[in-house]
């Protein structure tokens, strides 16, 4: 069974800095291609980052690019969101996926980013 679950959330000012994690289990996770996607408030879930089963390529949407780092360790089945220069509109729920399109993601951390 496939188990995903976010941590490293909370309320920071704008401007400032988190690092999510997630922990993998279940399945095997270093072959597998692993998604953020996040949810803001009253809104639909939207793409935030990918990255490739080795960690040599990876993908942002565009509003977050060259603020967030995704990065992996395989030898830990953890993933990684580094999130620097936070605006209010990061402020969402995060998750972790296998799949964006699917449903198979942990429960989230939440993200507040406010003065």
């Known amino acids: 069974e496939v188990q995903l679950v976010e941590s490293g959330g909370g309320s920071v000012q704008p401007g400032g800095s988190l690092r999510l994690s997630c922990a993998a289990s279940?399945?095997?996770?270093?072959?597998?291609?692993m998604d953020w996607v996040r949810q803001p408030p009253g809104k639909g879930l939207e793409w935030v980052s990918a990255?490739?089963?080795?960690?040599?390529?990876?993908g942002y949407t565009d509003s977050v690019k060259g603020r967030f780092t995704i990065s992996r360790d395989n030898t830990k089945n953890m993933l990684y969101l580094q999130m620097n220069s936070l605006k209010t509109e990061d402020t969402a729920v995060y998750y972790c996926?296998?799949?964006?399109?699917?449903?198979?993601r942990g429960p989230g951390t939440q993200v507040t980013v406010s003065s």
């Open positions: 279940g399945f095997d996770f270093s072959t597998n291609r």
């Open positions: 996926t296998t799949d964006p399109a699917s449903n198979i």
């Open positions: 990255i490739s089963s080795g960690g040599d390529d990876a």
